[in-house]
């Protein structure tokens, strides 16, 4: 079992930035960022795997940037260029076995958290 607790989500302006943590325990796991905006599919944004693979969807490559402290026991998601269509609810979330390629496919995910609501507004 992971447990993960997601913080940092708020409102901005076009063209701000935030900074999204992710709580994990325990640690050493691939990792994900996914999000989903009301009415509209859920769709991934960034993976990282334990040593360090990343892979970006194409709406946020060059603008969104995922990392993990050196124990990895925090995951995050740095958000620079924010544009409207980045508004939805954000969810950091773990395999149950880890990846060796980082994996955008929310179906290979098993443990999620509860979400942190990112707004960014014209």
């Known amino acids: 079992q992971v447990h993960l607790v997601e913080s940092g989500g708020g409102s901005v302006q076009t063209g701000g930035s935030l900074r999204l943590s992710c709580e994990v325990s325990p640690s050493g796991s691939s990792l994900g960022w996914f999000r989903q905006a009301p009415g509209e599919e859920g769709e991934g944004g960034a993976a990282?795997?334990?040593?360090?693979?990343?892979k970006y969807a194409n709406s946020v490559k060059g603008r969104f940037t995922i990392s993990t402290d050196n124990a990895k026991r925090t995951l995050f998601l740095q958000m620079d260029m924010l544009k409207p269509e980045d508004t939805a609810m954000y969810y950091c979330a773990a395999p149950r076995f880890n990846f060796g390629l980082p994996s955008l496919d929310p179906q290979q995910y098993h443990y999620w958290g509860q979400g942190t609501q990112v707004t960014v507004s014209s």
């Open positions: 990282i795997t334990i040593i360090g693979s990343t």
